[in-house]
């Protein structure tokens, strides 16, 4: 499974956000630091917005925001607003062609499989990544350095396998 370029850079501008959490970015802060173009990170942001991941302010002095806390963004939800659309083999398209579609067992397989994957970054949250992480607050960062923040204790892997950063490594 590969995920596309503009799921990539949707989780990107997301954590941006969430590092500027305090600040209306700007389009062009946010391209520089995630490394992508203005006009491709356009339709992204126009997406997140649509799909109220952010809240977006036309204008001069305009820009973007979270529009919900961090913790309530899952990676999940935010690959499938995505990626779902996007038929992830033939046999999900509505043009399906593929002489073996009416006898061929498979796709109920590739189904699960699928929304197994989804399922395993549900309980992955924005605020996962980027809490505590100062690595990734230096790279994406607007402004000049903050006054450091004490790291909350991470929550427990839920078995999903993605266990949070212990505060320690963070330092």
Known sequence: MRLTTRTNLALRTLMFCAV???????????????????????????????????????????????????????????????????????CFSDTNTCPLKDHCVMRPHLSRAVEAFYG??????????????????????VEGPRVPKRCAPVRANTGTGFPGIAPEAAA
């Open 120 to 141: 395993a970054l549900d309980d992955l949250y924005l605020s996962d990544l980027v809490r505590c992480n100062t690595g990734l607050e230096a790279i994406l960062q």
């Open 20 to 90: 500027n959490h305090d600040t209306l970015v700007r389009k062009q802060d946010a391209a520089q630091a995630i490394n992508a173009s203005e006009n491709h990170l356009a339709q992204v942001i126009n997406q997140l917005g649509q799909d109220g991941f952010i809240t977006t302010l036309r204008g001069r002095h305009g820009g973007f925001h979270l529009a919900r806390d961090a913790g309530s963004i899952s990676v999940g939800e935010v690959f499938r607003a995505f990626e779902s659309s996007l038929p992830f083999i033939e």
